[in-house]
């Protein structure tokens, strides 16, 4: 039996749950890259291998290796360099990330899980952020390859806990959300009497 499509959405529960789904699967699609930007700092040995890595597509579909990159070729590092370097590196997926994620945090009944996720992105970000400063002041190639592979570490743990995360909440989400559908929204009218 096909439902009307207002039959998806007819209550507030179940805009929640296809809000959820949306965000999840989003969550999910920007996870992915930083996976594989993980595996493959973690897997550069040397300097040539690293350099190599450069011309690599998967660099530019995430955040942090844009920043890192960008970072590289500053000429003078203050506050305000970091704070434009941060602003302009900001994509098409980053801001439906972000506006998908409040309007999740807004919606999602469990704050508390959505807080912790939003910690450990943010424990992320600044434990790379530290990584990327000492390797640029490493003394020498070997030593910021060190670090390097140090922040694929981090990338691969995290995303790895994150995808996990999403990947159960999406089956969460799913179930919730057929259970809701089970439930018909039948519209009463009134007569108004004259």
Known sequence: MMLPYDAWIDTREKRVHVCMLI???????????????????VSRGSYTSLFEMLSYPILD??????????AISLTKVTPLAILKLLLENIGTMELLEGFVCIMAYALYINKKK?????????????????LVVIALRASSLNGAIIYIRLIGQVFLIVNI???????LSLYITIGNYKESLAYEVEEIKEHMED
Do not use: H, K, Q
């Open 161 to 167: 806990v994150l995808l996990v995360i999403a990947f």
């Open 114 to 130: 959505t807080t912790y996720v939003i910690s450990l992105l943010l424990a992320e970000f600044i434990v790379c952020t530290i």
């Open 23 to 41: 965000f999840l699967i989003v969550s999910i699609i920007f996870i992915i890259p930083y996976i594989l930007l993980g595996i493959l700092l």
């Open 61 to 70: 579909s995430s955040y942090i290796s844009r920043v890192i990159l960008d």
